[in-house]
């Protein structure tokens, strides 16, 4: 709060596609999609005109004993557009509550067929789940995390896949592949007391937008079903089609037991999660009243009906305008765009899943000596290019682009151009 002493924040008047207008008349581009949930534009005609109706239907109802149609319409959606298997679908109102489900839901799985040893859970470094108490406990960027470890679980932290270390010339898919070897390791030691591994498919997006090859999750998924251990797919941030696929998942061709999905969800609109699970989990909760082996997980806007309109018609987006395919063409487009980064001497690596591009600053390029966290460079690149009217909001020195679908070919060169001089200005001291 006291940086906005200097720095105010901005209040935004309104929303239109990908531009935010504040007050003063000023424009920004969202060049972040607004912390990665919008996908179609900000006032979406489509969805705009889906919340109308529904508002004028229900806009919400008690979500135990009863239920209404957008909920059923939405979870039948989910179920077709989702791996195979996953035919289940729980529903919670923002990710860290998806996250918080998952685990609970696993745990009780295994309580609930006896196994009662299975207390733990196994997560990556540098991973991030959201930031209640059970998900900043799977999480692993200190800066969420480290104030408030005296309150956490204990978990199992394996070194990830995150192919920023891979060695020179070595490949996504060759380095993914070798530090599996210490989630092998961690099974075998581990398996008896684990109830789940939980993982970012493809891109640790809150850990600075670190990617690794799908061959990683191929084996975690062979993994997870030899040592009789569940494997949570935290989508949220990377769910609806970020990585190039509907679901980063789709890239291994794996079916999880748990898939955690919000953000996107909405297209941006309203705060809703889901959790989908497979038959078999949701058998293991199936019994008398008098067994007691319920899942209790109550949110009072569970299932809110605005949220799963909102939820629909951004499906129906996706389906009728053939998204998926778009997006190929605009994350070549993103890709070349960026191509001036590759070369600049403080640039360590320039990275892309899809349609998330992030650009690592770096003090040495060749020894890769970050710039101290001290001296805030990523938010000179935010400050300038706000200046400029674009917002990118870097994750520490990680400049990141991830725009909404909507985004064009001229709007995707002003990001990039206005980046270049947000960096400029960022290290010329
Ligand atoms: N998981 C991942 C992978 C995320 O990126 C986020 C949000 N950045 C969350 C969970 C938490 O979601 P929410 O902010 O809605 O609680």
């Not at 949220?236 to 794996?254: D, L, P, S, W, Y």
């Amino acid at each position: 709060m006291k940086d906005h002493e200097t720095f105010p924040i901005i209040p935004i008047k309104k929303g239109q596609g990908i531009w935010l207008e504040d007050f003063d008349g000023n424009r920004y581009l969202d060049a972040i999609s607004s912390w990665w949930v919008n996908l179609f534009g900000h006032a979406n005609p489509a969805i705009n005109a889906a919340l109308k109706d529904q508002l004028d239907t229900l806009e919400h109802v008690i979500f135990a004993g009863f239920t209404h149609e957008s909920a059923i319409k939405l979870a039948e959606k989910l179920v077709e557009i989702t791996p195979e298997g996953l035919n289940r679908c729980f529903y919670a109102d923002n990710g860290s509550a998806a996250v918080e489900v998952a685990l609970k839901m696993s745990f009780h799985y295994w309580r609930n067929r006896g196994q009662t040893q299975k207390t733990r859970f196994i997560t990556l470094e540098n991973s991030y789940h959201g930031e209640t108490l059970g998900a900043l406990a799977v999480g692993n960027v200190p800066l969420y995390k480290e104030t408030y470890a005296p309150l956490l679980m204990d978990v199992i932290t394996v070194p990830g896949p995150d192919c920023y270390h891979r060695e020179p010339g070595e490949s996504w898919a060759d380095y993914s592949s070798r530090r599996f070897e210490l989630m092998e390791q961690a099974l075998q030691q581990h398996s008896a007391t684990v109830c789940a591994v939980i993982i970012e498919p493809l891109v640790q997006c809150a850990g600075s937008m670190r990617m690794y090859d799908p061959v990683y999750l191929k084996l975690l998924r062979e993994a997870c079903d030899n040592y009789n251990v569940h494997l949570i797919v935290d989508e949220i941030a990377v769910g609806f089609g970020r990585t190039g696929t509907m679901f980063a998942c789709e890239q291994a061709a794996i079916s999880p037991d748990f898939m955690c999905l919000s953000k996107g969800l909405t297209g941006g609109y309203l705060p809703l999660s889901a959790v989908l699970t497979t038959d078999q989990v949701y058998q293991a909760f199936y019994d008398e009243y008098q067994n007691m082996t319920a899942f209790l997980h109550s949110h009072s806007y569970t299932g809110n009906a605005l949220a799963c309109r909102a939820g629909l018609a951004t499906i129906d987006i996706f389906q009728q305008q053939n998204i998926i395919e778009k997006n190929k063409a605009l994350a070549e487009i993103m890709a070349n765009t960026a191509l001036r980064f590759h070369n600049h001497p403080q640039v360590a690596e320039v990275r892309q899943t899809g349609m998330i591009l992030a650009i690592e600053l770096v003090k040495n390029k060749h020894t890769r000596e970050p710039f101290p966290w001290q001296e805030r460079r990523g938010l000179k690149v935010y400050q300038y290019a706000l200046s400029k009217g674009v917002l990118l909001r870097p994750l520490g020195n990680v400049i990141y682009f991830m725009p909404p679908y909507i985004v064009t070919e001229d709007e995707l060169l002003l990001i990039a151009e206005v980046a270049e001089q947000g960096i400029q200005y960022a290290i010329k001291d």
